[in-house]
Every structure is written in structure tokens, then in C-alpha cells.
């Protein structure tokens, strides 16, 4: 592929994708990330690493690892939706813990976009996707397609977007021209690191297993700094974003545009089914999802209850023991007044068993 029909190429896929719901766009090569491998090798070495990360660091950095062919990596933000901050006494949800499942919604744009790529006429091998989970590291590789810059509070800014964002990766097997790294924008502010919770933000090495977003979604046993430190976290930390001075309306406002497109879409299959085709579907009383829930209820969920209400969003997928400890931890550090009779009439098998190492140390 010459250069000329790269660059038509790349800006069809632009346009493509943005029809497909994502929020910004950009293209880098297939090298491995400069200097990525030994930097986390030193970060490794100093016992920050999660339990989620791929071990094997060259398939974090080197998208041949991942796929022999690939030649560009095209690097997509999708915006996640629109949501209202919680009620005094609520715990607290993370944006993107909030609605369906991001990873569904975007594996679901990314698969939209493989589609329209193919109708199109493009003439590679099937593309390869990843969303978050995969191995390769999304952030620096946005990083290096000038799709925004990672700012201090590890999080990939984007121009007028901000951070609230869910990552997703295409790998192509032709090379189209890559984009320009961007310079980063967060000058002398320190807000992230005056306001993270966990104070890890402003050294060289995030120590992401002391992230409090890490730890609401971590079954391993945690101190009582940590425990103290969660708050009325339920899933995710959202802190660090939310003083960030980029992170302002303009986001929010896509993410309601998304979920109301979304919405908007499943009332028109509604009147498709009803014979009313051609119907404008009324979304105008839709409201934000709200990110506060009722601690009462989580802690007292049953199988059937998670199963409706939580299975298919991201909040969902260390199952319904992580929501409850931390959920029952939350409560404590509120002094919740029915905590006490709650647990008096529990024992043994009856305590769920995340929630066991701190209940025999409850304050009685």
C-alpha cells in the first residue's frame, strides 16, 4: 500500500470509526514500545505490578508478539456514559463500573467498525481487537499515536475530551501512516497527586497495586490503612480524574449523547417489533445513571440479585463476594448502626467469605 492510499485509508478509518461510536482516533506502527520493556521490568522488580497484568512484558509492548502481521495499531477511545453522583450515604461507583459492561460496548463499536472496515473494501486479513484485558498496553501505545498524553495521574488525557474514556485496540496487517506523539498538557498542576486517597501519584513508578481501584476489585486481604482508605468505594476509584481540569462537561456530554443514542436505539427495535417503524423514539426524560448505590442492598445481595443486577457491568466480573466485603467494609467506616445486629446474627458459613477475615475482627 503506497503512501497516498494509506493516507485515504486512514481517513476513512477515522471516519468510520467515529460513526461507530468512539470518540477519538489514532494510528501508530507495530514496533515494539521504546523503552516500555525495561521500564516495567524496573517497575516489576519493585513489587508494583497487579495480579491482573500479563506477566510476559514483550506481549505488553511489542504488538507483533500478540499478531506476527500486524503492521498498524489504531488506538480508539470510547466515552463512558453519562453519569450522576452519589446520594449522601451511598457507596460510590467508578464511571466506567456504571451501565452495561464497557467491554461489551466496546467490543461491540470495535466489531461494528471490522464490519464497515471490510463493506468498505479493504483488502488485509481480519483484523485482531482488544479491549482492555488483553495483553498489550493500551495506554502507551494511545500515547504514541497522539491520541493524548499520559498525565500525572497515569491516566491518557485527551484534548478536549479528558480521561473518561474505555480504550480499545485494532491491529491491521497493512501499514498506514502513524500520527504524532502530542506533548503533555498538565504543566505544573499537581490536584491528582495532592487528591489520590493512596498517595502513590507523582513518582516515577505507579504502584498500581496500592490503587484504590485495584483494591476494590482485588480478593486479597487488606490492611486496615487500605480498608480505611476505600471509603464508601464500591468499585473503582474515580478521584484523581475528577479534580483533573480536563475532565470537564465536554466529556460528560458525550457520554450522555452515547447512552441516549443507545437508548434510543433499543425503544426503535421496540417499535420495530410493535409494527411503528418509522416512530421517533422519546428519550427527552432519559436521566443519568446515577454512580451511588444503596450499601444495604449489596451487602445483602443474594445470587438471583447479582445475576439481574450486576452480571453484566464491569462492576461484575469478580462476582458478587467482592461487591459485599466491600460494600460491608464501607459500612463500617460510615459506623452503619444496623452493622452490628447484621453481624451478630451471622456465623461461620453464613458470613460470605471475602467479608470473613474482617468480621472476626469487628469492633463489637
Not at 425503544?267 to 420495530?272: P, S
Amino acid at each position: 500500500m503506497d503512501q497516498k492510499e494509506g493516507m485515504l485509508w486512514k481517513e476513512r478509518l477515522r471516519h468510520l470509526a467515529l460513526e461507530s461510536g468512539f470518540a477519538a482516533v489514532g494510528f501508530t506502527h507495530a514496533e515494539p514500545v521504546a523503552g516500555l520493556y525495561e521500564f516495567l521490568a524496573e517497575r516489576s522488580a519493585q513489587g508494583y505490578y497487579t495480579s491482573f497484568e500479563e506477566k510476559e512484558l514483550r506481549k505488553r509492548v511489542d504488538p507483533k508478539a500478540i499478531w506476527p502481521a500486524c503492521e498498524t495499531v489504531v488506538v480508539l477511545a470510547y466515552p463512558l456514559v453519562y453519569s450522576a453522583p452519589p446520594q449522601k450515604g451511598e457507596g460510590v461507583l467508578a464511571r466506567s463500573a456504571v451501565g452495561e459492561d464497557y467491554h461489551s460496548q466496546v467490543k461491540r463499536a470495535l466489531h461494528q467498525l471490522v464490519n464497515s472496515l471490510g463493506e468498505a473494501g479493504w483488502r488485509g486479513e481480519a483484523p485482531q481487537i482488544q479491549v482492555d484485558t488483553g495483553p498489550l498496553n493500551e495506554r502507551a501505545l494511545a500515547t504514541r499515536a497522539g491520541l493524548g498524553w499520559l498525565g500525572k495521574n497515569q491516566q491518557l488525557i485527551i484534548p478536549g475530551k479528558g480521561s473518561f474514556v474505555a480504550l480499545g485496540l485494532m491491529l491491521l496487517d497493512k501499514a498506514l501512516p502513524p500520527d504524532e506523539p502530542l506533548a503533555g498538557q498538565c504543566g505544573n498542576c499537581t490536584r491528582c497527586i495532592r487528591a489520590c486517597p493512596a498517595q502513590i501519584l507523582g513518582t516515577r513508578h505507579f504502584q498500581a497495586n496500592e490503587c484504590l481501584s485495584y483494591l476494590t476489585q482485588s480478593k486479597e486481604p487488606l490492611t486496615e490503612r487500605q480498608r480505611t482508605a476505600l471509603g464508601k468505594r464500591i468499585f473503582g476509584c474515580d478521584t484523581c480524574q475528577e479534580v483533573c481540569p480536563h475532565n470537564g462537561l465536554r466529556c460528560d456530554e458525550e457520554g450522555k449523547r452515547s447512552i441516549l443514542n443507545k437508548i434510543k436505539e433499543d425503544r426503535q427495535g421496540e417499535l420495530r417489533k410493535a409494527g411503528q417503524e418509522g416512530k421517533e423514539p422519546d428519550v427527552s426524560g432519559e436521566k443519568a445513571l446515577p454512580r451511588g448505590v444503596d450499601l444495604w442492598d449489596i451487602l445483602n445481595l443474594t445470587k438471583r440479585q447479582f445475576n439481574q443486577q450486576w452480571r453484566g457491568t464491569a462492576a461484575g466480573w469478580r462476582g458478587k463476594g467482592i461487591l459485599q466485603r466491600n460494600a460491608y467494609l464501607a459500612l463500617k467506616n460510615l459506623r452503619d448502626p444496623r452493622l452490628p445486629s447484621w453481624e451478630e446474627e451471622r456465623t461461620g458459613q453464613d458470613i460470605p467469605k471475602l467479608i470473613q477475615p474482617y468480621y472476626s475482627k469487628a469492633d463489637k
